[in-house]
Each structure stands twice: as structure tokens, then as C-alpha cells.
């Protein structure tokens, strides 16, 4: 599992974000590979700030399962709400990837 970031990564992710609001949320995309999960750890720190959240599609294809386990696992190794998004391949096919991936589970992010 990873370690919160140092804070000198925290600290530069900080001042990236200093332009967002302070009713402005924090969504990360968390896949449940090593990228998604270190960009977590590092924002974990800002938590507060930006009202940090998860959220982790799944696709439903092989190693989804695995995957959806490693992100549910991060997400609760550092006590950060994690909304799961099912996407289906007729989803896909109807709408798009980039589509079926936000728009009928946009409410979810706004809540």
C-alpha cells in the first residue's frame, strides 16, 4: 500500500490547485494501479481543503474485479470516500467511452 506522498509533492499539488474555490470538490480517478493510488496519497493531506473524493469506473471486463478491489482498498487505507461506477459495454457502445463514463453518474460526484 502507499505511503502518504512527501510533503514537498503535497505542497507543489497544493499550490496547483489554489485557484479552485473553496466549494470546489476533489475527484480522483482512481483506476487501482500505482499511478492512481500514489495521486491519492498525495492529496490525502489536502483532504480537508477540497473535500478529496474517489471515484473508480468499472468496466466490467477481465481484471475489473482486481482492480475495483485495489481501489476500494486505497480509498479506505486513507479514509477517503470512494464512489464505484458500473459501466456496461452496451453503455459504451451507445454512448461512447468518455460518455457512459460521467454522464449517468454525474449526480453521484455532486452529492
Known amino acids: 500500500m502507499a ?3 512527501s510533503p514537498s509533492l503535497t505542497d507543489h499539488l497544493a499550490q496547483q490547485l489554489a485557484d479552485l474555490g ?9 483506476s487501482g494501479g500505482a ?3 500514489a495521486l491519492l496519497a498525495a492529496l ?3 483532504r480537508e481543503r477540497f473535500g ?14 482486481l482492480l475495483r478491489l485495489a481501489a ?5 487505507h486513507f479514509g477517503i470516500e470512494l464512489a464505484v461506477v458500473p459501466v456496461t459495454l452496451s453503455d459504451v457502445q451507445a454512448l461512447g467511452l468518455e460518455a457512459a463514463r460521467s454522464e449517468e453518474h454525474t449526480s453521484e460526484l455532486q452529492s
Open 35 to 37: 499511478d492512481s493510488a
Open 52 to 65: 478529496l473524493r474517489a471515484l473508480h469506473v468499472d468496466h466490467g471486463l477481465a481484471g475489473s474485479p
Open 22 to 30: 473553496s466549494t470546489q470538490r476533489l475527484v480522483v480517478a482512481l
Open 72 to 76: 476500494e482498498s486505497a480509498a479506505r
Open 44 to 46: 490525502v493531506p489536502l
Open 3 to 5: 505511503r502518504p506522498a
